[in-house]
């Protein structure tokens, strides 16, 4: 299995540090919500229907002609590559890893690859998969470059893949409203945006027939009652979605101004994380671990991802820590 941010017992483990010790900066997920809506009975105690509204209210939500609810993103992610014959697979990279590895794992070719490699490519391409905002670099692609490759890859049968888990903050860039057409796949978080990775809810919004194969690969009841209930509160509360979407984009500037104040200027990054590319990534990880702060630390390119201090606190520890290492390194 891949590494992932967010493992955090065995970062206490490593440094020998209680978990209730850390800040954990090392995943793209908000750290702060709202009160969840309470969960009906029925939904802990049958199992879960479709007709309960989830389907329509993460539609009007996301402006997508039709999806499907998935337990996570990382459900369509591994379930797409199984629903081709063996293609030509170009990944804009560096992303997301499980992207590659999925349709490694099945067989296809695969090739990774920069923007420019994929203007040059995109017409020996079956299959082109887009992190948008990217993870970890923040890089956006315009809507009408996507589609635009989009158009070039549906000529041939071959498909767009999408992987939109952070555009909540930056929805009018989304692709989810024309996920209807042939060839075009759409995948959304739930769990970033909301703060509620633990309930493993995502959606792939794509043409009817396509979402039919993959319901049928990933069986029945693949989200649960509880999670359903949840998810469909919250996609209808556009009061605190507005909240939300506000503070994490105030939020994201203000930890990009934080890190340039102590000379780690972002090389990227989007409301939910800032990334940063220097040739001394592992030195920083290391200092900042030892002072039981959490951080994503990418080797290639040499990098470190930070996610969203939760509170004032963690804020001004940050900024402590950080000042700690600039007079150390000084």
């Known amino acids: 299995m891949l590494e992932h941010g967010g493992r955090l017992r065995a970062a206490a483990q490593r440094y020998r540090i209680p978990e209730a010790d850390w800040l954990d900066l090392s995943t793209g ?17 049958r199992l879960p229907e479709r007709d309960d509204g989830l389907e329509e209210a993460a539609r009007q939500y996301y402006r997508a002609p039709s999806l499907l609810p998935v337990a996570g993103s990382q459900a369509a992610i591994q379930a797409l590559p199984r629903l081709r014959r063996t293609s030509q697979v170009g990944i804009l990279s560096p992303c997301y890893a499980e992207h590659g590895a999925a349709w490694r794992r099945v067989g296809h070719r695969l090739e990774e690859i920069s923007e420019a490699g994929a203007r040059r490519a995109i017409d020996r391409l079956d299959v082109l998969v887009v ?8 890089q956006r ?3 009408e470059l996507l589609l635009e490759w989009h158009a070039r890859l549906a000529e041939r049968g071959g498909w767009l893949v999408v ?5 909540d903050c930056t929805g009018d860039q989304s692709l989810a ?8 796949i759409v995948l959304r978080s739930f769990g970033k945006f909301f703060g509620l990775a633990g309930l ?11 979402l039919d194969e993959m319901e049928e690969l990933l069986g029945p009841w693949a989200v649960s009652g509880p999670a359903r209930a949840i998810a469909r509160g919250l996609l209808q509360d556009v009061g605190g979605q507005a ?10 500037q203000r930890l990009a101004r934080l890190l340039g104040s102590h000379g780690l200027q972002p090389t990227g990054g989007c409301s939910l994380f800032q990334w940063v590319a220097m040739p001394h990534a592992g030195v920083v990880h290391e200092y900042l671990a030892a002072h039981g702060i959490l951080t994503r630390l990418f080797l290639t390119p040499s990098s470190l991802r930070f996610g969203l201090p939760p509170d004032e606190a963690g804020w001004q520890r940050l900024d402590t820590v950080l000042s700690g290492f600039a007079r150390e390194l000084a």
Request: include cysteine; charged fraction near 20%.
């Open 177 to 184: 409203r024309v996920s209807h057409l042939p060839g075009l």
């Open 163 to 167: 992987d939109e888990a952070f555009m």
């Open 200 to 210: 493993r809810l995502g959606f792939a919004c794509a043409a009817p027939e396509l």
């Open 243 to 252: 909240r939300q979407r506000e503070r994490l984009l105030r939020d994201g």
């Open 141 to 143: 692609y315009s809507p």
């Open 131 to 138: 992190v948008n905002p990217n993870n970890p670099t923040g």
């Open 29 to 45: 997920i908000a750290p702060y919500g709202w009160t969840l809506p309470e969960v009906p009975a029925a939904a802990w105690a």
